[in-house]
């Protein structure tokens, strides 16, 4: 294999106890999909796999007959992930699954931090499952389930045949509200086609921008309505949300013209140190005075990478754009200090 294969696609998959992520890791780890999906799980033990589909196992990675392999993660998640790629054979994907309560931040981070892991793979998606019934109750009572649709690129709405059409909106608009740019897939028992959830690209900001180039305009529709959808999609539609759940995550968007590099940089570095913790994701596209390409950055808390993606087109209008997620953000200082970076 030579060095300069394609980096391996992760998937961080975020979900209490109940919401379905086993289910979905059982399936691909069984199903007849003709990819290589490697795992990697807190407890192997907890997901139960049938003896029958396991081909051979060294302690600690569990091949399986459709040529998937299973892991768990003992201590440190970059050495197992290093083990992987030492493997012969060639992954698709890697499906990284967080416990129930953690925080996907740090999962997510280890992605960007760490030279060799990030040599050889990218963080494809963070995707969180849900529970029908249980997520009013889980926002209620906790913010980590809070955290975890605030992070996530796709949301799996999972156990819909046990709640109703009404409550399934109300569900979505509350989604909607604390990250409105995710995806979101309605399913029962995890039953969505495995490639509307792995090797997505949503990560990747450039790909979910040119897919849907109002990926970052806060109102956008929202795919899960489909065709011939008649909803009122502006901000109104959003602001009834907070008669479900009155939610703590925000998302601030901000926009602007050309910006001046000199002092767009310090700007970006100085809001993720003060207010790095708040900040639970950004993502942005910024055009740059002088300059002919997009500039494409995402955080996660204090980290903050970028890079040039490709070049303006003709007929693209060339204005800045970025959006925060986060808590006790201040909306109007982000929004002055934002347009003081213009050219």
């Not at 300069?4 to 199903?31: D, F, H, M, Q």
């Not at 009572?141 to 059409?165: G, H, M, S, Y």
């Not at 109300?170 to 399913?187: C, D, V």
């Not at 013209?257 to 994701?281: A, C, E, M, S, V």
Request: aromatic content about 6%; glycine content about 6%.
């Amino acid at each position: 294999m030579s060095e300069t294969a394609s980096p391996i696609p992760v998937t961080v998959l975020t979900g209490y106890l109940g919401s379905g992520k086993t289910t979905l890791l059982n399936r691909i780890l069984s199903e007849d999909h003709g990819k290589r999906y490697a795992v990697i799980v807190n407890e192997f033990g907890e997901i139960g796999i049938d003896n029958d589909l396991i081909v051979e196992s060294d302690e600690e990675i569990y091949e399986m007959n459709n040529g998937c392999v299973c892991c768990t993660v003992r201590g440190d998640l970059i050495r197992v992930v290093e083990g992987l790629m030492r493997r012969p054979g060639r992954f698709d994907a890697i499906v990284v699954e967080t416990t129930g309560l953690a925080d996907p931040a740090p999962v997510a981070q280890t992605f960007f931090m760490d030279d060799d892991v990030r040599e050889k793979t990218r963080l494809d998606a963070v995707v969180a499952l849900v529970d029908a019934k249980h997520l009013p109750l889980r926002l209620d009572d906790c913010r980590e389930a809070e955290d975890q649709i605030a992070f996530a690129d796709v949301v799996l709405l999972n156990k819909t045949d046990l709640v109703d059409e009404n409550e399934l909106i109300g569900l979505e608009q509350t989604i909607r509200a604390i990250n409105p740019s995710a995806r979101i897939h309605r399913t029962e028992r995890a039953g969505v086609e495995l490639a509307s959830v792995l090797d997505r690209g949503a990560f990747d900001l450039q790909r979910a921008l040119d897919n849907d180039p109002q990926f970052l305009d806060h109102d956008h529709p929202d795919h899960a309505c489909g065709p011939g959808c008649d909803h009122d999609h502006d901000h109104h539609h959003h602001s009834h949300a907070a008669d479900i759940h009155d939610t703590t995550v925000q998302s601030i968007s901000l926009r602007s013209g050309p910006l001046k590099p000199d002092r767009f940089f310090p700007w970006i570095q100085k809001t993720t140190q003060i207010d790095g913790p708040n900040i639970l994701r950004l993502k942005g596209i910024i055009a740059f005075d002088d300059d002919d390409e997009r500039y494409v950055v995402q955080g996660i808390h204090m980290i903050v990478e970028g890079d040039h993606q490709r070049q303006w087109k003709p007929d693209e209008k060339r204005e800045s754009r970025i959006v925060f997620v986060g808590r006790d953000l201040d909306a109007e200082k982000l929004k002055r200090t934002f347009e003081a970076c213009q050219a």
